[in-house]
């Protein structure tokens, strides 16, 4: 059985938003709510800015963000060390039929969507539906 991602934080905007610019919000949310996170992956759209706003957390957090790049050498599709895990979590989350569409007109209401698909998904991993 795949082990399941746990949704830790979650910030839904509108997509006029950066990701480097939704990450912040991402961090921010968080607050110092998991201090003992240690690494974030990120991918190449999140480098450079991102990366010097999370090192001036470094006070507060002993945060290390890591931004995940496809190899330049590489043509075609390429399967990025750590994308898989993002990727496989919103596969789950589109299992949902709520999720399936953008049905919702607020962001509240979107994250209210997925945040209750994920306990769904962990309590069907809890109580393993398909063993009985």
Same mark, same amino acid.
């Given at each position: 059985?795949?082990?399941? @991602? #746990?949704?830790?934080?979650? =910030?839904?905007?509108? /997509?006029?938003? !950066?990701?480097?610019? @939704? ?6 949310? %968080?607050? @110092?709510?998991?201090?003992? #996170?240690?690494? =974030?992956?990120?991918? @190449? &759209?999140? /480098? ?5 706003? =999370?090192?001036?957390?470094? &006070? ?15 043509? &075609?599709? !390429? =399967? ?31 994250? /209210? %969507?997925?945040?209750?698909? %994920?306990?769904?998904? %962990? ?10």
């Amino acid at each position: 059985m795949d082990t399941l @991602g #746990l949704v830790t934080a979650l =910030v839904v905007h509108s /997509a006029a938003v !950066q990701d480097r610019d @939704g990450a912040k919000r991402v961090f921010e949310s %968080m607050g @110092g709510a998991f201090a003992r #996170l240690r690494r =974030v992956w990120a991918d @190449g &759209g999140c /480098a450079g800015q991102l990366v010097f706003w =999370v090192n001036a957390l470094k &006070g507060t957090w002993k945060l290390v963000l890591e931004i995940v790049l496809r190899r330049d050498d590489a043509a &075609g599709f !390429q =399967v990025i060390r750590k994308r898989r895990i993002v990727e496989r979590t919103f596969g789950w989350l589109g299992n949902s039929r709520r999720l399936s569409k953008d049905y919702e007109f607020l962001p509240e209401n979107s994250a /209210a %969507m997925i945040r209750l698909s %994920m306990i769904h998904l %962990m309590l069907d991993r809890l109580c393993d539906r398909r063993a009985s």
